[in-house]
């Protein structure tokens, strides 16, 4: 199964950020979103689509429906410059995936 | 506050042998499902095995099948991942990270730093 990113996405300071993660009916599966800084663990900012973890920013929100989910940052600060991964459990293979990426810059 | 410690990293040669491991803090270990996931050098998240709470239901991915073992020791709180037949594809940053309650399928909700393996000659 393949999860497909786009490899960065760039946006000023206080606008809209959109992380799209694209897959075959990928709607059907949970989507997990994890940000990793630089010489950092991931940290979970969206799970099951769109659940916020306890101390995760309500600036992020999380939609999922046909063959793309969707990462969305609103008022984007310069802390939110990181990359971000998608990821679903493959039940044939009994595996989890990730996708590739995406670097998102804060201009 | 949970707490995860992996250990064990290191260089080894092809074909050599290597255990991981991670202590885990802040829960009860035997409540969880728990998995590894790797990074290459500059690369993206790469899950390579999971194992659920009681250790009977175990999964890898393909590229690892039969080379790696993870297990887990609830009274020690800690989960270890052998990694025998060491290729140079191997050389990684080796997270260890909790799933949900349960099972290791699902959301990973905490992460430790990681320990470094590197197979070169």
């Known amino acids: ?107 | 506050e949970v707490q995860l410690v992996e250990s064990g990293g290191s260089v080894v040669r092809p074909g050599g042998s290597l255990k991981l491991s991670c202590v885990a803090s802040g829960f009860s270990l035997d409540d969880y499902g728990m998995n590894w996931v790797r990074q290459a050098p500059g690369k993206g998240l790469e899950w390579v095995s999971g194992i659920n709470w009681n250790g009977v239901n175990r999964g890898y991915r393909d590229s690892v099948k039969g080379r790696f073992t993870i297990s887990r020791d609830n009274d020690e709180n800690s989960l270890f991942l052998e990694m025998n037949s060491l290729r140079a594809e191997d050389t990684a940053l080796y997270y260890c990270a909790r799933g949900p309650v349960a099972a290791y399928v699902g959301v990973f909700d905490s992460w430790g730093q990681g320990t470094l393996v590197t197979v070169s000659s």
């Open chain 1, 1 to 107: 199964y393949v999860l497909t990113q786009p490899p960065s996405v760039s946006v000023a300071p206080g606008r809209t950020a959109r992380i799209t993660c694209g897959g075959d009916n990928v709607g059907s599966k949970n989507v997990h979103w994890y940000q990793q800084k630089p010489g950092q663990a991931p940290v979970v900012v969206i799970s099951s689509d769109s659940d916020r973890p306890s101390g995760i920013p309500e600036r992020f929100s999380g939609s999922n429906f046909g063959n793309t989910a969707t990462l969305t940052i609103s008022g984007v600060e310069a802390g939110d410059e990181a990359d971000y991964f998608c990821q679903v459990w493959d039940v044939g293979p009994d595996e989890a995936v990730f996708g590739a990426g995406t670097k998102l810059t804060v201009l």
